[in-house]
């Protein structure tokens, strides 16, 4: 049976230590580190995902301003509403729900907002600074909640074998460069990949961010492996990951649950960058 990476027990811990953090500076009489969320349209996983952050800011003291758009929002709106926020001088992070409506210009959106604010890691700037390893910028949040898992659970990365098995913007290719970071010898895999199992039997750290519900099979895994399971999706109303976790638990050394693993670090990760945004904006 493998170890068990609990993402839901490490961000109770770290979430406290966040709470406890806030709760010293709004002692000494600053203001609360405040994150504005913008959901544009109805898509019910998106409305899931925003309701579990704000719950997750209130409980640390991260007081959160929401703004919930129609599906018919432009991007210009859009781009208005954003200028606003870079200017006002209480607001620390910015967090706007992805994916947007087909209509607006994602690439637009993100570039807009002020990388000093971009809590979520996706401006070019914040980008070229994690290829740079500089550590002021701020890491994309699910890659940062990976390394924060496996750190604390003493994983070596260093001279390790690291696939990724999805290669998209928001987890791929940020944590590609993360797992660089600490001197682990990273392949990517992604639709066009020949052969997948070729790459993830060698894996010493396995991870999969693809959405495809079963994905990995116990005999795509090495024995003794680390795999971290990135992947949601909904089956006959039941959560399942991109790892067949059943299978896989046998044969890895540690693995991630879904629900329970990656997801609450995701967050986490998120309260972090948002209290590293707001320290730089009270010390400024």
């Known amino acids: 049976m493998s170890l068990i990476l609990d993402g839901k027990a490490l961000s109770e811990k770290i ?30 996983a998106s409305q899931v995902y925003v309701a579990n952050k704000e719950k997750a800011c209130h409980k640390v003291g991260i007081r959160s301003l929401s703004y919930r758009l129609p599906q018919n929002t432009t991007t210009q709106e859009l781009l208005e509403l954003i200028a606003q926020l870079n200017a006002d001088e209480e607001v620390d992070g910015i967090l706007v729900q992805l994916p947007l409506p087909s209509h607006i210009n994602q690439q637009e959106v993100i570039l807009s907002i002020s990388p000093k604010k971009d ?79 070729e790459y993830t ?11 495809v519900p079963k994905l990995i099979k116990s005999h795509m895994v090495k024995e003794g492996a680390v795999v971290v399971d990135v992947g949601i999706s909904k089956v006959n109303g039941k959560i399942l990951g991109d790892v067949d976790f059943e299978e896989v638990k046998e044969k890895a050394y540690a693995i991630t649950p879904v629900p329970g693993g990656v997801g609450p670090m995701t967050v986490t990760a998120l309260l972090l960058n948002t209290l590293k945004a707001y320290k730089k904006r009270i010390k400024a």
């Open 119 to 197: 809590v979520d890691g996706f401006h070019p700037e914040n980008m070229g600074r994690l290829v740079a390893r500089m550590e002021d910028g701020f890491i994309p949040c699910t890659p940062l909640g990976i390394d924060l898992l496996l750190n604390h659970y003493g994983i070596e990365l260093k001279g390790k074998d690291v696939v990724i098995v999805g290669a998209g913007f928001i987890v791929g290719r940020p944590l590609s460069l993360l797992m660089l970071w600490r001197d682990a010898t990273v392949s990517v895999c992604h639709i066009y990949t020949k052969d997948i199992s």
């Open 15 to 44: 979430r406290e230590e966040i709470r406890q953090e806030i709760e010293g500076y709004l002692s000494k009489g600053f203001r609360p580190p405040t994150l504005a969320v913008i959901l544009v349209g109805d898509d019910p």
């Open 201 to 211: 039997k060698r894996a010493d750290i396995l991870i999969s961010a693809t959405g």
